[in-house]
């Protein structure tokens, strides 16, 4: 898996990156949820949050995911980031509009 391709499409909401680790990474790995976290060393509850895209992935989480799945952290923490600033853009336009720009 490539490591530097997060792709953003305006107006799209950014892919969480627990969707990836759910519907491409497990299936490619032919892995468990369980398998896949006893190898992470983390509970199959908190594999679960971060999955079903409630739990963002942490640095540490995605050191862990980087070590698995050989790809680095980078690219899950980039997925993260785009997906969490894409939710805090929308979630504080009001308050933006508010802020003027600087000269």
Known sequence: MREDIVIE????????????LREVVLPALDSSVADAAR?????RQTLHRVLSGKMAVTPEM?????KFC???PGLWLRMQAAYDLWHA????KGELRRIPRAA
């Open 62 to 66: 995605a050191v862990r995911l980087g």
């Open 9 to 20: 499409q305006p107006g799209r909401c950014p892919t969480h990156p627990g969707t990836l």
């Open 39 to 43: 190898k992470l060393r983390v509970s």
């Open 70 to 72: 050989g790809n680095g």
């Open 89 to 92: 853009e929308r979630r504080m």
